[in-house]
């Protein structure tokens, strides 16, 4: 009842955003939702969209009817609008271009008229799923082989795992991670595999936040695996050589040792 009475002396307003955040992948443009309930013209108001931190650097601002971005955040210069048409309608979204992943986070925008003012958050989340992981062999290391997984081009930071045929998590070296010019991430982690049963070994790139997952399978030829052993190849070339050499050496030397006993008897 109350409000009702405040309504009539004042052009009370709520600003509404979104209740998910938003999610935009990078590279592309997103709108950011905000509106007034009741759908009264903000046209004549004051838009404000900020980044939500201490000091609310400013993203976007309009007051006296037009666009005032002197003081704009530098990295969206000339990537934000707000919808002119669309502002009659009480719809003060904000229009973001070209998204990067330094855009990530909570904004707020604030609608202010002469006498009233609210404000709404929305949460900007950004996304880059990267390139399909890269396998690599690196070599012959500490009796196996090496291998190398590399991925390009994520956001958020993704998780690296290593595993058998069988979907098991391996044991593998700590990943690292580069940040790239668009400050988007690279991965890499390295493994040292034995000989199994299929040498069959997945490298597996996932982001669980965005819901996103890349995997290359790799298969290693089993002979690699034998060269990676040089004292398997000596114990059996002993085996295949050695043990008769030695059956000949321990039978015909004293057969001929006897043999020349006799004639010299
Ligand atoms: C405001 O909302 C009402 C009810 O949803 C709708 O009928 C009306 O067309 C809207 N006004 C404008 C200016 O969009
Ligand atoms: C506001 O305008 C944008 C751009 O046209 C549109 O995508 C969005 O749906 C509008 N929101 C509302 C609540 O009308």
């Known amino acids: 009842i109350n ?15 979104p209740a998910q955040p938003v999610v935009a992948v ?19 108001l004051h838009v404000e969209w900020f980044r939500v931190q201490i000091d609310n650097p400013i ?24 919808f002119p048409e669309e502002l009659k309608k009480g719809n003060t979204s904000l229009k973001l271009y070209d998204v990067r992943s330094s855009d990530d986070g ?21 996304k880059a799923v990267g390139t399909q992981p890269l396998i690599s ?9 090496s291998l190398v997984c590399e991925s390009k081009g994520w956001y958020p930071q993704p ?16 990943t690292e991670t580069e940040r790239d010019s668009m400050d988007l991430f690279t991965v890499r982690r390295r493994i040292i595999v034995q000989e199994t049963e299929t040498n069959r070994f997945t490298c597996r ?41 030695i059956i000949i050496l321990a039978v015909l030397i004293p057969r001929y040792m006897k043999q020349q006993r006799e004639k010299g008897i």
């Open 106 to 126: 909570p904004y707020k925008c604030f609608v202010e008229s002469q006498e009233w003012q609210d404000d709404s958050w929305i949460n900007l989340h950004i």
């Open 205 to 245: 790139v996932q982001q669980q936040q965005i819901n996103e997952m890349k995997e290359t399978i790799t298969d290693i030829p089993g002979e690699m695996f034998h060269r990676a052993h040089p004292w398997k190849v000596a114990f059996a070339v002993f085996f295949s050589l050695g043990v008769p050499a």
């Open 3 to 17: 409000s009702q009475c405040v309504f009539f002396f004042t052009e009370r307003f709520e600003v509404l955003g």
């Open 59 to 82: 993203v976007h601002l309009y007051r006296d009817h037009e666009d005032r971005n002197e003081n704009q955040v530098p990295s969206y210069r000339g990537r934000t609008s707000l």
């Open 26 to 44: 990078a590279g592309e443009d997103v709108v950011l939702p905000c509106y007034l309930k009741p759908n009264i013209s903000a046209v004549d």
């Open 159 to 174: 998780q690296v795992v290593w595993m058998d045929s069988e979907g098991h998590n391996l044991t593998a070296g700590p």
């Open 137 to 145: 062999i690196e070599g012959y290391k500490e009796g196996g082989i």
